[in-house]
Nanobody
Framework: QVQLVESGGGLVQPGGSLRLSCKAS????????MGWYRQAPGKERELVAA???????NYADSVKGRSTISRDNYKNTVYLQMISLKPEDTAVYYC???????????????WGQGTQVTVSS
């Protein structure tokens, strides 16, 4: 299996910033795309940002200009830096990785357990 462990969530005031981290571990051969999704109460899970192993990124329109996704391929870790946070950014944030395990010939999507981000005064 591939395990993803997120950290960095919490309570943030509007206009504040935070940095989420997610480390992948396990018998990993390679990790293709890594990303962050979020799910607010009563809403579907949505993509926030993603980054390929080569460093190409894409962002949801709602966070473009306020977020930066990055990764450390040696540490199998992905980061999400968010600034100018708004109450509508409140959600559970999930880390995702499309990875291939040692011995496998295919990739699978793996998910973290989620970390709560609450933007409120």
């Amino acid at each position: 299996q591939v395990q993803l462990v997120e950290s960095g969530g919490g309570l943030v005031q509007p206009g504040g910033s935070l940095r989420l981290s997610c480390k992948a571990s396990g018998i990993i051969f390679s990790i293709n795309k890594m990303g962050w999704y979020r799910q607010a109460p009563g809403k579907e899970r949505e993509l926030v940002a993603a980054i390929t192993s080569g460093g190409s990124t894409n962002y949801a329109d709602s966070v473009k200009g306020r977020s930066t996704i990055s990764r450390d391929n040696y540490k199998n870790t992905v980061y999400l830096q968010m600034i100018s946070l708004k109450p509508e950014d409140t959600a559970v944030y999930y880390c995702n990785a499309r990875a291939r395990r040692v011995g496998d010939t295919f990739e699978l999507d793996y998910w973290g357990q989620g970390t709560q981000v609450t933007v409120s005064s």
